[in-house]
């Protein structure tokens, strides 16, 4: 989750929230959380489990990018 503030922290067009899932079932249902940490973008894509910070950069800007291209965007 570190990484994700650190994202937002960097870059006003992401954001970040933690959600514990035990403490918001539906949240977690809604977006298939079976492990921790489970990481969302937009509210739909995303993966399960650590992974090392330009792993994780380089996920989030290839989901963002996917996003845009999708959006008619770039």
Known sequence: MLLAYRCALASTRVSAAAVEASEFPVDADRHGVL??????????????????????VSRVVQLAEARLADDGDI
């Open 35 to 56: 492990a921790v940490p489970t990481i969302v973008v937009d509210d739909q894509s995303g993966w399960a489990g650590s992974v090392p910070e330009p792993v994780f």
